[in-house]
């Protein structure tokens, strides 16, 4: 794709982000020096189904097929 990816609402460049839901597990390996639990540095994670595609710029958020649209019409 040649041309920039920009946000339908605002036109902001690069602000287009895609977040899922997801977890992280980490394993709990003892009590730090300020008393708090310390946890592995390794993760495990587990990402589900859910999506949203949100602007960082201007919070819009839309589905996946306005933004296939709109980046489609970028490139006619």
């Known amino acids: 794709m040649n041309s920039s990816v920009t946000c339908p609402a ?3 460049e690069a602000s287009l982000n895609r977040k899922f839901d997801a977890w992280a597990h980490y394993a709990i ?3 730090d020096p300020k008393g708090q639990l310390a946890q ?3 993760f495990d994670t587990q990402v589900f189904d859910h999506s949203e595609i949100e602007c960082s710029k ?3 958020k839309f589905d996946e097929e ?3 649209d709109h ?3 970028l490139r006619a």
Do not use: R, Y
């Open 10 to 12: 605002c036109g902001a």
């Open 66 to 68: 306005e933004v296939i």
């Open 29 to 31: 390996v003892g009590v």
């Open 40 to 42: 592995a540095q390794e």
């Open 58 to 60: 201007c919070g819009e």
């Open 71 to 73: 980046l489609s019409g």
